[in-house]
């Protein structure tokens, strides 16, 4: 964790690099640090992907309207006002980011931070590793 989920309409794929914007996003949660100045998010735990939804309904279905939703699903432990920050960070880098885009259509933005409780919370792999020691 922390894993970042953008859903959006199809409509978009031709106008919005989608893998740029998973990398703004990353780099986003990576610059976040908390009170104390530490990174918020470890750097080997950072996922960002992004889906289409090829079948989709925006508004009244007067335009080619658009939807861009991000949802953020981080551990427990953190604070509100980091939660926040965070959220905060994510929005304006999506704003930035999408802001040619929003310039020509109309597209719904959300964002959403979950904190996540999971029953089961199994990790493995050798990702973290490369990024312990520096």
Known sequence: MP??????????EPETDFSGLCREL???MLAATDEAGRP???????????YPAPHFAVA?????HAFCYLQ??????????????VGQALVES???YLAPVLARRP???TLHVDESHPVVDARFGNLH????NR
């Open 72 to 85: 953020l699903r981080i551990g427990p432990g953190r604070s509100a006002a980091l939660h926040q920050a």
């Open 107 to 109: 597209v719904g933005l």
């Open 129 to 132: 590793a490369l990024f312990t």
């Open 3 to 12: 894993h970042l989920v953008i859903l959006y309409s199809g409509n978009l």
């Open 60 to 64: 009244d279905g007067s335009g080619d």
């Open 40 to 50: 918020v998010f470890p750097t080997g735990g950072v996922r960002v992907f992004a």
């Open 94 to 96: 999506a704003r930035t």
């Open 26 to 28: 990353a780099d986003a």
